[in-house]
């Protein structure tokens, strides 16, 4: 009779060391999947956050140059307004230095001064709409009669559009300008009448040397614009701020003070610097424009360009393989003539944005 070959064998299980030896490599690629899975999930989370970063001071320094851009329309010559009841010529483009003082030194929300060593920036805006349809909401009318009261315009039908909050309307004759703060309009077909509490200041007009405003001149809104970097209550952490502003002596002696709460422009932005380029020769040369920090609101001639710097951060800070805060090289950056005070890494990687921008509003031969 045949057998099957291993008919006697006997089936058996692992053995203690077997099943000792399984466990432990088991053991093994279960810890380094894990630590494969968390180095993997840190290596996004710091991704992210230098992504972040990158977006926050490009998002901040795109908003202020499209703002620096189209500041100054029709004022290439100075901007007249009245402080302290005595008018004086200033520019459209001006800001203090956070190493500044007086006039000089920057300044935050309230106009109170700056101490963290950033620099503000004040802008005068037309609205986007100045050249549209007469009387349509932020668009320019024309002036019919000269002197310095109240301005007859031409306005064909009632102006539209609700009353701003802001009501600072300019007056220009596409060189200088004058800055209105206005009281009412009110309509007489075909023409307006457009009241402002400056009315009747002695030398006050868009050309003092005329004696008035003239037959022709625009008058149309404007926006006073001033970007500083302040703490946003939500989170925190500091953040780009803008506020609207009206005439009126701050603390620094300058002529504008902002008018109520500030916006949040973009968060986790630590610091803004800007350099004010000169073309004290009147080259004509971009390359050979005299760059400064700070700029005095009193007219400048030759303010040709605008370099503007923000230094952003992310959300949170980056981590180690330790899952510590990343110490050897998260700190703050030396960005134009602001020196940070030294202190220990905090893990927020900067991302530093840096663009110069051309003023083709106040170059008089662009108009």
């Excluded at 800070?317 to 805060?325: K, L, Q, T, V």
Aim: proline share 7%; glycine share 12%.
């Amino acid at each position: 009779m045949s057998r099957h070959p291993g008919a006697g064998a006997r089936a058996r299980g692992m053995t203690l060391l077997e099943t000792m030896v399984a466990a432990a490599l088991a053991t093994i690629i279960l810890a380094a999947a894990t630590a494969l899975l968390l180095a993997g999930g840190r290596v996004v989370h710091n991704t992210e956050h230098v992504a972040d970063s990158h977006d926050n001071a490009r998002l901040a320094g795109e908003t202020l140059l499209s703002a620096v851009r189209q500041a100054g329309a029709g004022m290439s010559e100075g901007l007249w307004v009245v402080s302290n009841g005595t008018p004086q010529r200033i520019n459209p483009v001006f800001g203090g230095d956070g190493g500044g003082a007086g006039v000089l030194a920057a300044t935050t929300a309230g106009n109170v001064p700056s101490v963290d060593g950033s620099d503000d920036l004040w802008l005068v805006v037309p609205d986007r709409n100045y050249l549209g349809r007469d009387c349509a909401p932020g668009a320019a009318m024309t002036v019919v009669k000269p002197g310095t009261g109240a301005l007859e315009v031409n306005c064909v039908g009632v102006p539209s559009g609700a009353e701003p909050a802001n009501p600072m309307l300019v007056a220009s004759n596409m060189k200088s300008a004058a800055l209105l703060t206005q009281a009412s309009v009110t309509s007489t077909p075909p023409t307006a009448t457009v009241s402002y509490l400056e009315t009747g200041v002695p030398g006050f007009s868009n050309a003092p040397h005329k004696g008035g405003f003239q037959r022709g001149d625009l008058v149309y809104p404007v926006r006073l614009l001033h970007f500083f970097i302040g703490t946003n209550t939500s989170t925190g952490r500091k953040a780009l701020m803008r506020a609207e502003g009206r005439p009126g002596a701050d603390v620094a002696g300058r002529p504008f003070v902002d008018m109520g709460d500030p916006v949040v422009v973009q968060d986790f932005v630590e610091d803004f610097q800007v350099a004010f380029g000169l073309d004290a020769a009147s080259t004509g040369d971009p390359a050979r424009y005299d760059f400064q920090n700070g700029l005095k609101p009193e007219f400048t001639p030759g303010l040709r360009s605008v370099r503007v710097s923000v230094v952003a951060t992310g959300r949170s800070p980056r981590r180690d393989n330790r899952n510590e805060a990343v110490l050897s090289e998260d700190l703050p950056l030396s960005v134009e003539n602001h020196l940070p005070a030294a202190g220990p890494a905090d893990g927020y990687f900067r991302s530093l944005f840096s663009r110069r921008a051309e003023l083709p509003n106040l170059a008089s031969a662009s108009l």
